[in-house]
């Protein structure tokens, strides 16, 4: 293209932008081609002056421009407009005596005739030179912002913009500027607010009226909300009528403040009906559709009188209407919709409410039909406004109104019907005439030739089709509204509700191509003087503001242009509708003016893509047979050697006397072939302009021809769609022959080729303004947006297939032939078939296939663009690009055609009943094994199998030979779950396929090796392909991979199926991944109960990680399961909710509860709220578990079996009872201990809960003691016989020691307790039991465990912190477990330990989990009672034990229980190292003694820490209490006195102490009154103690607190100082009271309990029983 450009230069104008200009149409006419210093990129034209864009950016003016100074009279040649110089103007426009232009920035310069402000610019009459002129939008911001501009239109007194927000400004005079301005001129540039908010495309000025193209509002903007009230007179717009059973809705609202006195003598002209319309367009995309009634203009082409007409029309409409009699009442609310705009201020409402009435009244219908017509007062229109008020209004008054108005509105559904009715009427012909000249989509108005009386008040009745028939499918009916409305009508009515197709897609083809293709839905608004009709309202009113011209609208104009006193406007479909003034045959149709747009005419097949208008005459640029463009001309003959002075005088008089003659209809104008490829026509004043360029290296041509077959393939689209598919889906009979699926198809095809077609347009209209306006490649939107194109040709080639398969067409035929007739002429047309009489059916294939053979003339096109460039150019890669798309595409759907018309002859063929059940419409055949070529291995004798192999399932259909109907059953066997593998053939000579399915399995026999091969193949493919989403596009085996290359489709693979034999999974849905017939890898699995698993399976079972919902029905809530699965069962971990509201956690086997586990009962709230951990044995509680019942506020620890107390345990209440002994079927039998809250004892017999039954002894508080035998239930009266008994009164020793019983005999031992989940433990571990089993296996368990809940966790990420996936990271490294054992691997171990216990995704810390778990739950609420202390500690202490076997196990050479470590011999100094304080770093033994309690202790202790501690504290409450007592008296001393007090000896007493306020440089004596001060750091290591958890780390803070005793006593002595007892007792004893620790006792008590053994006589062993002797000391400390 470049290249192209430069090499311009030497020619004298280049090849590009080539300006011709000439006058007139008469063969001798002769262009005169202006020359300029570069290609002319547009050119605009007044009524004596020129303007010209040059590329570049410069204007050139030329002809008369009496504005200038230097001009005299003479017409100037083109100048150059130096104002202009240095910007880059990219579009100018000419008024009648002004000019203007756009830069790049969007900035207006005007300049010429300013008489009438039409420049913009307030005190000067004319304008010499372009001067800026400003659109300041004052809405947009505080400082107004300019608004950049798009485009300009001038008109001889004003001049309208259209800025870059799509919106009108206007300036200068007159009613055309659509301001509704007080005054004029307008000076300043001002909004035109009427078309706010609307997305305007185009703008185009005439002398005195205005054009505007604006885009539909798509289907969001409708819902905006409605303007309700008018602006100016804040009247309602909508007024709503009830009447009886249906309700009138009339926007007929007239607006007087908006009227302009009139320059005709009619009093007041129309205003627009007022400001709604600017808000909701007349023809919202959700309502408008194309009612076939629109399409046959049953005007005959003369001029005939309106009566014949209406004749026509009611004929028509009494032949589809129904019988008179149950129509009058449709009638009457027919008319009630049609009250719609009222375009004259003639009728008020009584009227219309009379005319109503009168309407009613008629019982022809025929007659009311005419009265419809014929009211020639006022307009009556069903506008859309209408329609989309009806939209709205629904909610208000709910889905009646809009049920009612369709339902009942007889002239729609009248309008509706009427093909069927004029072909029934008058036979085909009348069709035909109504089609002649009709090129489009309903594009021939029935609009009348007004008689000339009547051109001021006509009635344009193609207005009352306005709605289209999307509007009436898209609406519900209410069907109890419509009662009294005749059968017939609602059967009509109801039709075509059920075919619900958008024949015009709304919005763009492609959800996202909406912005990039032009638009197709567009209105054409018009305002301004309508004296000659050129607003094309149908009457020749002024309009004030911008009012739709209804009729244009779904015209899908695309171009409109003004002339003096007519306008013209160019639909995509290459048409041109005209109206205004035809004093000079400017209109091209007739001789007469028209008030309503009308088709100009122009021979078949002529299809116009560019307009323009001059002041009397008319320029089309059309595309002929080839695809030169030729020029049309309509209009005034300039005659020559008439100069245009003379011509302008004669404007003056009547216009019949014009100079010279004029056209009947467009004439050719026999030049425009020598011009080349002409792109733009202008025409302005008397002068024509045409701009073309060479034909360089064929690209231009190669442009011109794309864009013209583009454009005849649109307009053949339309055809069929407009002539053939839209007919055939209104036809009554269609509904009869075609079943509901067929017509589902039918509308789907329709849409599909809609879609097609509407692209297609699109495309042509961005074609088309790419030549007008850039002529490059780069904006071709097949190359940028190929993929629209192309899947909406799969798309809709899919669609034909699906129809065809089914026997669509076949049907079709009876239909066709009853709407065609026998001789399908217009089929045979279209179709383009070539073959001597075709069948129906055959006709209506080759026409649906048509659009198809469109992709290889995109092909042929984009080579032949491609060929114009350099091979190596990015051009010509992105046009062969694109090509080889385009080429492929067709390829492929050559072969979908091909594929449906094997599939569909076989179903021809093929026997009976089968075929209904297997025909689906995506369904394709690839191949059959009716030739025997296959049969099944082990067949019966006289069984018959056929294997049929589709694009989507394997059939295997079977029978009896000598049955009659052969094959009496068929499986469907999908391919996605199929697979299939060779037998391979050893030395037997059987060529056989395994087939695999998810339930059956069998062997299939080939003839051959060949058909073995081919079978094989194509199941293969065909599998691959069903698996890939390709099925659609199956190709039959003869045309598949011939290079032979396997097409081994994935043995393991992603699909669904549902099982149907009997068994587990009859009827479920499985949904996931398959590996070779068998579900593997995760799933979802649905059975038809609402059962639903979901998770991994493997080999066809469940198995791993899974969740399951079982429905309750009962209960009506679901049971839900969440946990580990083997073998089809639960079976591992998991969580049960059941949906009594019981939660279920722990261990489940072959589905049943097995192992440890937790089941919470009921809600805090509900009847039995209880919880149960411990070990269960095949879904029964059996072994030891705890037992909390809230209700009863008791907990149970103890043997269990089969769900009931059974063996030893011990009940706590929380009444402080408590009762250790045997239970048997869940109650307290035989013998047992029950203490109660005081000490009261009873050892003896039990029979029932707390009831004693036998013999006992009764102990009280005090010592006293019955013995005998006792009856009764405890706490409410006891029956005794027996013996009483004082033992203090007689000191006898000994029988005393015997009544003080000892707890702990009839529980539970601790080593007994939770074996469950140390087996658990063991079993992840691998060992069977615990101790046996390899370590090796057990570390890569631990592994692979670490790795899958890692695995599983990553799927949410959100359950793990940064921190723990660090410590997982780290566990993953299997530390070094085989070796000597130094100090260094201990270390590691322990750390291993502690990090191993902090995440329950390893065993160990599972355990650690669990029995922190069960801790809790059997020492906290109920069972924090003191006399379960000794039980406390020695779990604690069992659980050491365990625990380090497990370790001992994992780490094989660990010393047991207080073996040694030998210390390294070099580094002594670490038995100082803080780290290892969990021994005694002082012990004089050269090593470290293992212990479980040293090394599990600090992980163990500080989580069990809380409910032990209470238990210590509830047990040495008294002591405690008397010891807190003492420690606050004697607190209340100050220190002297204290030490003196305790006996500290003088010289321990720190005598000079900084007070801490000292004098400077003095010390001060300690006076006698301060307290706190002594041994301070002493005292707050010592507080510490509280702070820490296990012994050990207590120990070291005693041991700390005496170094810090003696550091302190060593700097009072200044020596070093050996400690007697004696002396340190007291100094100690001072200390610990001053610590104020609360619960000291507790503390001793518990590192007494817990403290490791080998350290019991070390010289922390020492240190703590100071402690104890000072704690005891403080007891009993007497204060004299």
């Known amino acids: ?707 013209s077959a583009e454009r005849k393939f649109y307009c053949k689209l339309c055809t069929i769609k407009t002539q053939i598919i839209r007919p055939l889906l209104e036809l009554e009979s269609l509904s009869s022959s075609l079943s509901p699926a067929a017509i589902g198809l039918l509308q789907t095809l329709a849409g599909r080729f809609s879609l097609l077609c509407h692209l297609t347009g699109q495309h042509a209209a961005s074609l088309t303004a790419n030549l007008r306006r850039v002529r490059d490649v780069k904006s071709l939107l097949i190359l940028d947006h190929g993929s629209i194109f192309l899947d909406s040709y799969d798309e809709y080639c899919s669609a034909v297939g699906n129809f065809q398969v089914m026997g669509g067409f076949q049907t079709l035929t009876k239909p066709s032939l009853d709407f065609f007739g026998k001789s399908p002429e217009l089929l045979k047309r279209l179709s383009e078939c070539s073959e001597e009489n075709p069948t129906m059916a055959d006709l209506l294939v080759a026409l649906f296939f048509l659009p198809t053979r469109h992709l290889h003339e995109y092909g042929r096109l984009l080579l032949k663009l491609a060929t114009c460039f350099e091979v190596c150019s990015d051009e010509y890669q992105m046009l062969q690009d694109s090509c080889s798309k385009f080429e492929a595409l067709a390829l492929q759907l050559k072969r979908k055609r091909k594929d449906a018309d094997y599939t569909f002859h076989f179903w021809k063929s093929f026997p009976g009943k089968m075929t209904d059940s297997l025909r689906k419409p995506h369904r394709r055949l690839i191949c059959e094994s009716s030739n025997k070529a296959l049969t099944l291995q082990n067949a019966g004798r006289f069984s018959v199998n056929w294997f049929i192999v589709f694009n989507d399932a394997l059939v295997h259909a079977q029978g009896v030979a000598p049955c009659k109907n052969l094959f009496s059953t068929h499986h469907v066997f999908p391919l996605a779950t199929l697979w299939v593998e060779p037998i391979p053939e050893e030395n037997t000579s059987l060529y056989g396929l395994k087939v695999i399915t998810p339930e059956e399995t069998f062997n299939l026999l080939a003839s051959s090796a060949m058909e073995k091969a081919k079978w094989l193949r194509s199941i293969n493919q065909a599998v691959e392909q069903a698996l890939s989403g390709t099925g659609q596009d199956t190709a039959s085996v003869s045309s598949s991979s011939g290079s032979g290359q396997k097409l081994e489709p994935p043995i393991s693979r992603t699909a669904s199926y549902t099982f149907y034999k009997d068994g587990r999974l009859k009827d479920a849905t499985y949904e996931g991944r398959w590996l070779a017939g068998k579900p593997n890898g995760r799933g979802v699995l649905k059975w038809p109960d609402g059962r639903i698993y979901t998770g991994t399976f493997k080999n066809g079972l469940e198995d791993g990680f899974g969740e399951f919902v079982a429905p309750n029905k009962t209960l009506n809530k679901a049971d839900h399961y969440q946990g580990h699965w083997k073998d089809g069962k639960m079976h591992g971990v998991g969580t049960y909710r059941y949906a009594s509201g019981e939660v279920y956690d722990g261990f489940f086997q072959d589905s049943m509860r097995h192992g440890h586990g937790v089941l919470r009962s009921g809600k805090l709230n509900t009847s039995s709220p209880s919880v149960f951990i411990g070990q269960w044995l095949q879904d029964k509680k059996t072994g030891y578990g705890v037992f909390d019942d809230i209700t009863k506020g008791e907990k149970y620890m103890g043997m269990w079996q089969d769900h009931l107390r059974q063996g030893t345990g011990v009940v706590v209440t929380q009444f402080g009872l408590y009762y250790e002994g045997a239970f048997k079927d869940n109650k307290m039998m035989g013998t047992g201990i029950l203490l109660s809250e005081d000490d009261t004892t009873y050892e003896g017999e039990f029979s029932d809960d707390w009831t004693l039954n036998g013999k006992g002894v009764l102990t009280m508080a005090n010592g006293d003691y019955l013995e005998g035998s006792f009856n009764g239930e405890w706490g409410s009266g006891l029956k005794v016989a027996g013996s009483y008994f004082k033992p203090h009164l007689f000191l006898d020793t000994d029988k005393d020691k015997t009544h003080t019983v000892k707890l702990g005999r009839l529980c539970v031992r601790a080593e007994d307790k939770w074996k469950a989940v140390f087996e658990e433990c063991w079993r992840q571990l691998g060992c069977e039991e615990p101790g046996r089993g390899e370590t090796g296996t057990a570390w890569e368990n631990i592994a692979v465990s670490l790795t899958t809940s890692r695995r599983h966790i990553q799927d949410s990420p959100e359950t793990l912190s940064q921190s723990h996936s660090r410590t997982l990271e780290s566990l993953e490294v299997i530390p070094q477990h085989v070796g000597l054992i130094t100090m260094e691997r201990y270390h590691t171990i322990r750390l291993y330990l502690i990090k191993a216990c902090d995440t329950p995704l390893h065993p160990l810390g599972r355990l650690l989990e669990t029995l922190v778990a069960v801790y809790r739950m059997t020492y906290v609420g109920v069972g924090a009672n003191r006399r379960l202390l000794p039980q406390a500690v020695n779990e604690i202490k069992s659980y050491l034990n365990r625990i380090f076997q497990i370790v001992r196990f994992l780490f094989p050479d660990l010393p047991e229980e207080g073996g040694l470590i030998p210390e390294p011999t070099t580094n002594v100094q670490d038995k100082k190292d803080p780290g290892s304080d969990d021994a005694p770093p002082e012990s004089p033994k050269p090593g470290r003694v293992v212990s479980s309690s040293a090394l599990l202790l600090p992980v163990l202790l500080p989580r069990l820490y809380p409910p032990l501690f209470t238990l210590y504290a509830l047990e040495k409450e008294r002591e405690d209490d008397v010891y807190w007592e003492c420690v606050l008296r004697l607190n209340k001393q100050p220190d002297l006195a204290l030490l003196a007090f305790l006996g500290v000896q003088q010289k321990f007493w720190p005598v000079p102490i900084s007070i801490p306020m000292p004098s400077p440089g003095e010390k001060q004596q300690v006076l006698s009154s301060t307290k706190d001060v002594c041994f301070a750091s002493a005292v707050e290591t010592l507080q510490q103690i509280s702070t820490t958890f296990t012994p050990s780390d207590k120990l070291q803070l005693i041991q700390l607190t005496f170094e810090e005793i003696t550091q302190e006593v060593q700097a009072l002595l200044k020596q070093d100082f050996l400690w007697s007892m004696d002396d340190l007792f007291p100094v100690f004893l001072y200390v610990v009271l001053r610590a104020r620790i609360r619960n000291l006792g507790s503390e001793v008590s518990l590192i007494e309990d817990l403290m490791d053994p080998c350290v019991q006589h070390g010289e922390h062993g020492i240190m703590f029983t100071t402690l104890k002797a000072c704690y005891y000391q403080i007891q009993h400390e007497k204060i004299t």
């Open 1 to 707: 293209m470049e290249t192209q450009r430069k090499s311009s230069g030497d020619d004298d104008g280049g090849e590009r932008g080539l300006l011709h200009t000439w006058r007139g149409y008469s063969c001798s006419v002769t262009p005169e081609r202006l020359l300029l210093p570069g290609p002319v990129l547009q050119v605009a034209l007044g009524t004596r002056h020129g303007v010209l864009l040059v590329e570049g950016g410069q204007v050139y003016s030329f002809g008369e421009l009496p504005w200038k100074q230097s001009q005299a009279g003479e017409p100037a040649k083109p100048t150059l407009e130096s104002a202009l110089s240095g910007q880059r103007v990219v579009a100018v426009a000419a008024g009648s005596f002004h000019s203007g232009a756009v830069t790049e920035d969007g900035g207006v310069h005007m300049w010429g005739d300013n008489g009438s402000g039409q420049c913009g610019l307030s005190g000067l009459s004319t304008v010499p030179n372009p001067t800026p002129v400003a659109l300041l939008d004052s809405d947009a911001a505080s400082p107004p912002q300019t608004a950049p501009v798009l485009e300009l239109a001038c008109g001889a007194q004003h001049t309208l913009a259209l800025s870059a927000q799509r919106e009108v400004w206007a300036w200068g005079s007159g009613g055309q500027l659509g301001l509704g301005a007080a005054a004029f001129p307008v000076w300043k540039p001002q909004k035109v607010e009427h078309l706010a908010g609307r997305h305007v495309l185009q703008v185009a000025c005439g002398a005195s009226h205005s054009l505007a193209l604006v885009r539909c509002l798509s289907p969001q903007d409708v819902h905006r909300p409605l303007v309700d009230k008018c602006r100016q007179c804040n009247q309602l717009l909508f007024t709503m009528t009830d009447k009886e059973d249906h309700v009138i809705i009339s926007d007929g609202h007239y607006c007087p403040l908006g009227a302009e006195p009139a320059e005709g003598a009619h009093g007041l002209e129309a205003p627009a009906p007022s400001t709604q319309a600017l808000k909701t367009s007349p023809s919202e995309p959700v309502l408008c559709f194309h009612a076939a009634a629109s399409s046959n203009s049953l005007a005959p082409a003369g001029g005939a009188d309106p009566t014949q007409d209406s004749e026509n029309e009611a004929s028509a409409a009494s032949d589809g209407a129904p019988p008179a009699s149950d129509s009058d009442h449709s009638a009457r609310s027919g008319g009630g919709g049609a009250s719609g705009v009222k375009g004259s201020p003639y009728p008020d409402e009584q009227a219309v409410k009379d005319y109503l009435k009168r309407l009613s009244e008629n019982t022809q219908a025929d007659q009311a039909a005419k009265a419809t017509l014929l009211t020639s007062e006022g307009r009556l229109t069903t506008g859309s406004t209408l329609n989309s008020l009806v939209a709205s209004c629904a909610s208000a008054v709910g889905e009646r109104v809009a049920s009612t108005y369709e339902a009942l509105s007889l002239k729609r559904m009248m309008n509706f019907y009427l093909p069927s009715g004029v072909a029934r009427a008058d036979g085909p012909a009348a069709v035909a005439a109504g089609l002649a000249g009709v090129a489009g989509d309903n594009t021939a108005e029935r609009v009348r030739q007004e008689d000339p009386t009547q051109a001021k008040k006509s009635s344009s009745t193609g207005d009352i089709r306005e709605e289209e028939a999307e509007g009436l499918r898209r609406r519900l009916s209410l069907p109890g509204l419509l009662s009294q409305v005749s059968p017939r009508l609602l059967r009509k009515a109801g039709r075509p509700r059920m075919r619900a197709v958008a024949l015009t897609p709304l919005g763009g083809a492609v959800p996202g191509a909406h912005e990039v293709f032009p638009t197709l839905q567009t209105e054409v608004w018009s305002w301004g003087h309508g004296e000659h009709g050129q607003l094309g309202h149908g009457d020749s009113l002024a309009r004030l503001q911008p009012l739709c011209i209804k009729s244009l609208n779904n015209k899908e104009v695309v171009r409109v242009a003004a002339g003096a006193h007519h306008s013209l406007a160019l639909t995509a479909q290459s048409q041109v509708f005209s109206w205004g003034s035809n004093s000079s045959g400017q209109l091209g149709h007739m001789e007469s003016p028209s008030t309503v747009p009308r088709l100009a005419k122009l021979s078949e097949g002529i299809r116009v893509w560019d307009i323009s208008a001059g002041d009397r005459h008319t320029l089309l640029l059309a595309d002929g047979d080839c695809f030169l463009p030729i020029i049309y001309y309509s209009g005034q003959q300039v005659k020559e050697g008439v100069d245009e002075s003379h011509g302008q005088q004669e404007e003056g008089k009547e216009e019949e006397e014009q100079v010279g003659g004029y056209t009947q209809q467009p004439v050719l104008l026999p030049f425009c072939m020598d011009l080349g490829y002409v792109s733009n026509v202008v025409a302005g004043g008397q002068r024509c302009v045409a701009l073309s360029d060479r034909n360089v290296m064929g690209f231009i041509a190669s442009l011109h021809e794309l864009a």
